[in-house]
Nanobody, 120 residues
Framework: QVQLVESGGGLVQPGGSLRLSCAVS????????MGWYRQAPGKERELVAE???????NYADSVQGRFTISRDNAKNTVYLQMNSLKPEDTAVYYC??????????????WGQGTQVTVSS
């Protein structure tokens, strides 16, 4: 079974930093895109950042310049470095991995979510 285990969430003050990690384990042939989504109370789940196997990245406008996504393919792990955190970044952050099973086809898996709270 494929599992995504997240860590690194917590409570920080505005302007602070956190680094989220997500390790993928299980029966994996290949991992396509990996990324982070977040969902705040009363809001839709939204893309925060995504990185492909080839290293291409995509960021939400609201986090551009503050967050950095990276991945270690050897460890099947994706990271999200979050700097200059703002109260509006408060949300549950979910790791996602698109894991291939045949050619370009893939199944999407989600982590359990980790709470990030930015408050003074």
């Amino acid at each position: 079974q494929v599992q995504l285990v997240e860590s690194g969430g917590g409570l920080v003050q505005p302007g602070g930093s956190l680094r989220l990690s997500c390790a993928v384990s299980g029966s994996i042939s290949s991992i396509h895109a990996m990324g982070w989504y977040r969902q705040a109370p009363g809001k839709e789940r939204e893309l925060v950042a995504e990185v492909t196997t080839g290293g291409s990245t995509n960021y939400a406008d609201s986090v551009q310049g503050r967050f950095t996504i990276s991945r270690d393919n050897a460890k099947n792990t994706v990271y999200l470095q979050m700097n200059s955190l703002k109260p509006e970044d408060t949300a549950v952050y979910y790791c996602k991995a698109d894991i291939g099973y045949s050619g370009s086809y893939y199944n999407r898996y989600w982590g359990q979510g980790t709470q990030v709270t930015v408050s003074s």
